[in-house]
């Protein structure tokens, strides 16, 4: 969901999320489905305090494959995106990631320059403050969503560096400033590795991919699980994936900004998303095991009773007006509408419906890696702008409004011509 970066008024692209918010509920589940009945009940009841429980509660629809406990535990492994840079007290963007300089070609080793303000310093706050039963229960499930992002970030290789070169002499910030280009279009280093676990948000689609994750890599066939327990060991292991996989071993080629961003080499994506796939599978177990071993509680609780299904809705439509689309996030949907509006910047393509920005109902969002595929802007609003349409896709949330993220032509639906 953290993907669906638009604002209809001022655009400003996070560029420091890993994996989006389909690799951190990936991770999140893996992570879950691995913890005891007790631990399971444990970590709802700490949630139960968070500042958006109410929110992730009214969000959930039962389902066969997860209950509300399983899928509150997977939306906070993304609320410290959610809130990055918002002015949430909370917020601690410098804790999302950690800056070894690399630079070739010998790749000498070099601390990072802020040890007491990234993702280790991060990690090992929230593992103390679960550690505490005397602490503010809200603080606690704080800070144990924070723990279960902070973890996905850091087996996110590309939040274990800043390369450094000719061309990047300040450092090229996680590969945010270092441009490439997968298809067509120029894009962030930084944001390839971000999608290599989906983009996409489902949680059904992140709950089934965590099984399959699973089975390919079984926590016997990792051995890093055994070799490295500590968060310093996990953060130099991605420091090294950087360098051999990241910018290969100083030999990838990129450019400064989207227009002069240089093409990958075949097989690129395939090998990193390979890189991708073992490093979500140890985020999970390595969560699963932090959890175990810091989180303690003041006094028992009762073990959830089977798919617990707190919150009882009726079933999903299938089609929905824009003024229903709120209550169904992190839903697969077809959304319907008339488009009053499309905009363009950049970084975004927005196609509002019924209602025109500030004031819009819905918006489909389209960003540059898809650009390609629906044509420039004016066409688009050409093609567009007065039509009924039905959009197709599962609903993300963005500062309290519902979308869709477009990737495909298929998602859009035109049902009158002019």
Not at 25 to 50: C, D, M, N
Not at 110 to 116: I, S
Not at 263 to 274: E, I, N, Q, S
Not at 305 to 322: F, L, Q, S, Y
Request: hydrophobic share 40%; proline share 6%; net charge neutral.
């Amino acid at each position: 969901m953290l993907l669906f970066l638009f604002a209809c008024s001022l655009l400003l692209p996070n560029v420091s999320m890993a994996w989006g918010s389909a690799g951190h509920t990936v991770i999140a589940t893996e992570a879950y489905r691995e913890l005891s009945p007790a631990l399971k009940a444990q970590v709802f009841e700490i949630l139960k305090a968070h500042p958006d429980f109410a929110k992730w509660q009214s969000a959930y629809h039962p389902n066969a494959n997860f209950d509300l406990a399983a899928y509150v535990f997977m939306r906070s492994s993304t609320w410290p995106d959610e809130i990055r840079r918002k002015g949430n007290k909370y917020d601690h963007p410098s804790w999302h990631f950690i800056d070894y300089p690399l630079r070739p070609p010998a790749f000498a080793f070099e601390p990072d320059a802020n040890p007491t303000n990234n993702v280790l310093f991060g990690i090992a706050q929230c593992e103390k403050t679960l550690a505490d039963t005397n602490a503010n229960p809200e603080l606690r499930a704080v800070y144990l969503s924070w723990l279960v992002h902070l973890i996905g970030d850091l087996h996110q290789p590309l939040h274990c560096e800043s390369f450094f070169s000719d061309a990047y002499p300040k450092g090229d910030k996680g590969g945010n400033d270092f441009f490439v280009r997968p298809n067509q279009a120029g894009v962030r280093l930084h944001g390839v590795w971000d999608g290599l676990l989906g983009s996409t948000v489902n949680p059904r689609t992140q709950f089934n991919y965590a099984i399959e994750l699973a089975t390919i890599f079984p926590r016997k066939s990792l051995s890093e699980i055994t070799k490295h327990s500590t968060s310093k060991e996990w953060s130099l292991e991605g420091r090294e994936l950087a360098i051999v996989h990241g910018y290969l071993r100083g030999q990838l080629a990129g450019g400064a900004n989207a227009e002069t961003a240089v093409a990958l080499p075949t097989g690129y994506t395939k090998t990193a998303k390979a890189v991708a796939e073992r490093q979500a599978a140890l985020a999970g177990y390595r969560l699963a095991d932090e959890i175990q071993l810091h989180l303690k509680m003041a006094k028992p609780v009762a073990l959830l009773a089977a798919n617990t299904n707190i919150m009882v809705h009726a079933e999903a439509p299938k089609k929905i007006g824009t003024a229903e689309a709120s209550s169904y996030y992190d839903e697969t949907m077809v959304v319907t509408g008339k488009v009053v509006q499309v905009i363009a910047r950049p970084t975004v393509t927005l196609i509002n419906l019924d209602a025109a920005a500030p004031n819009t109902f819905f918006s489909a969002v389209i960003f540059p890696e898809n650009f390609s595929h629906f044509g420039d802007a004016e066409h688009l609003a050409q093609k567009l702008v007065g039509q009924n349409v039905e959009i197709s896709g599962t609903i993300g949330e963005y500062r309290n409004k519902p979308q869709i993220i477009l990737e495909s032509t298929n998602q859009v639906l035109v049902l009158d011509k002019k």
